[in-house]
């Protein structure tokens, strides 16, 4: 089955600066690629998805990358501010209807 | 999007009794929900998939008799933990995927924080 790894399990960064979270997965067959941000007791937001016929994404701050032949994704946040400060999981899962497999988080702190 | 709905947020029970966590799809039809269970600073560990109309596929390592899942609607699965303990207290949280949206995006319920005392 799919297997995704997440790092850094931590990241601490400058309000400002930019935040890089790095994901692998091992299932070639995998093609949709999603990155969530969840508060403490809450369900898992939606900040950012790619599929794999993209290399690239961006929404205002927030970017992903693809790289299907290294399979590794990455999620880039620009400017970050402190309401940036959570915690971030990467997923993957095929296509149809198949669960998604996600990392094991990272929590991001931003300090003002 | 499309919205998936949980109930209850919250539950507290006894040891050794059973609790139902509701997992409904409001807009949607969903022959499959995921159900999940997050324990404290961790990832969501897929525990199951839930079928429409036919058995769950649980996990490995994940109880069946345990952990009960009865999809019998289109728009309804439902989890129930028998003889909880307090390792059984989580967060559990199901998901599903709108057949209409070919972007395969998935939807969270609001998540059932359990505590068995």
């Known amino acids: 089955g799919e297997n995704v790894e997440q790092h850094p399990s931590t990241l601490s960064v400058q309000e400002g600066d930019s935040a890089v979270i790095k994901c692998t997965y091992s299932d070639s067959a995998s093609n949709y690629f999603p990155w969530y941000k969840q508060e403490l007791g809450k369900r898992p937001q939606l900040i950012i998805d790619i599929r794999s016929n993209v290399g690239e994404k961006k929404d205002q701050r927030i970017a992903v990358t693809l790289n299907k032949t290294a399979k590794h994704f990455s999620l880039h946040i620009t400017e970050t501010q402190p309401e940036d400060s959570a915690v971030y999981f990467c997923a993957a899962s095929r296509s149809g209807n198949t669960p998604l497999v996600f990392g094991k988080g990272t929590r991001l702190s931003v300090i003002a | 999007g499309a919205v998936v709905s949980q109930h209850p947020s919250r539950v507290i029970c006894k040891s050794g009794t059973s609790v139902k966590i509701e997992c409904r799809s409001l807009d949607f039809q969903a022959t499959t929900m995921f159900w999940y269970r997050q324990f404290p600073k961790q990832s969501l560990m897929l525990m199951a998939t839930?079928?429409?109309?036919?058995?769950?596929?649980?996990e490995q390592g994940v109880e069946k008799d345990k952990f009960l899942i009865n999809h019998a609607s289109l728009t309804l699965s439902t989890l129930t933990v028998t003889s909880a303990h307090p390792e059984d207290s989580s967060f559990y949280i199901c998901?599903?995927?709108?057949?209409?949206?070919?972007?395969?995006?998935?939807?969270f319920g609001e998540g059932s924080w359990l505590t068995v005392v």
């Open positions: 998901s599903a995927r709108d057949p209409r949206d070919l972007g395969n995006t998935i939807y």
């Open positions: 839930s079928n429409e109309g036919s058995k769950a596929t649980y």
